[in-house]
């Protein structure tokens, strides 16, 4: 069973850093392109980054470009995000995805960033 | 950057009754491999989406034959046959032809 499990989210300053995590399990983690997601509270989906299997390729959306900053370790079926400078409308769930066509989800972590 | 547009942006149907969301793209999503890249997916209350349609008319791993894809360059659709209970949520389409991946705006669905 594909399973992605999501952590690293919180409240956090306008300004301020995060990092989240992604762990995979149920697939070989190091086949796939990976991606991130978000959705503002109450609102609708947006893709933010995608990453390809050996990492040599990344992708970002204009909003989020020089501020953060896809990675993973294969090593550790492990997807991150890091986070920084970040702004209030950078807060959301932050959805871990399989595929740079998302197939799988994980449950999600919520970012807010509010002073 | 390419927009999605979806309508209705809500539908409330009978259960048993058939059911239909449009997508439309600003531009063709035809890539130039020959294939085009539009996908639906359903987010259920409290969930996390699920994939239901792949490349327009593919459905993915587990999903009912209720749900339907059809459509080329920037006009789909996603129709459901008859709509159950568990179908209730937000549907929405995206892109991937192109970088940035976009999504409509979504279609809530609900029953009478």
């Known amino acids: 069973e594909v399973q992605l499990v999501e952590s690293g989210g919180g409240l956090v300053q306008p300004g301020g850093s995060l990092r989240l995590s992604c762990v995979a399990s149920?697939?070989?983690?190091?086949?796939?392109?990976m991606s991130w997601v978000r959705q503002a509270p109450g609102k609708g989906l947006e893709w933010v980054a995608c990453?390809?299997?050996?990492?040599?390729?990344?992708y970002y959306v204009d909003s989020v470009k020089g501020r953060f900053t896809i990675s993973r370790d294969n090593a550790k079926n492990s997807l991150y995000l890091q986070m920084n400078s970040l702004r209030v409308e950078d807060t959301a769930v932050y959805y871990c995805?399989?595929?740079?066509?998302?197939?799988?989800w994980g449950q999600g972590t919520l970012v807010t960033v509010s002073s | 950057d390419i927009v999605m547009t979806q309508t209705p942006l809500s539908l409330s149907v009978t259960p048993g009754q058939p059911a239909s969301i449009s997508c439309k793209s600003s531009?063709?999503?035809?890539?130039?491999?020959?294939?085009?890249?539009l996908y639906w997916y359903l987010q259920k209350p409290g969930q996390s989406p699920q994939l239901l349609i792949y490349?327009?008319?593919n459905r993915f791993s587990g999903v009912p034959d209720r749900f339907s894809g059809s459509g080329s360059g920037t006009d789909f659709t996603l129709k459901i046959s008859r709509v159950e209970a568990e179908d209730v949520g937000v549907y929405y389409c995206?892109?991937?032809?192109?970088?940035?991946?976009?999504f409509g705006p979504g279609t809530k669905v609900d029953i009478k």
């Open positions: 990453l390809k299997q050996d990492g040599s390729e990344k």
């Open positions: 995805a399989r595929g740079a066509s998302p197939s799988f």
């Open positions: 149920g697939f070989t983690f190091s086949s796939y392109w």
């Open positions: 531009q063709s999503l035809l890539h130039s491999d020959g294939k085009t890249y």
């Open positions: 995206m892109q991937s032809t192109l970088l940035p991946r976009t």
């Open positions: 490349e327009v008319s």
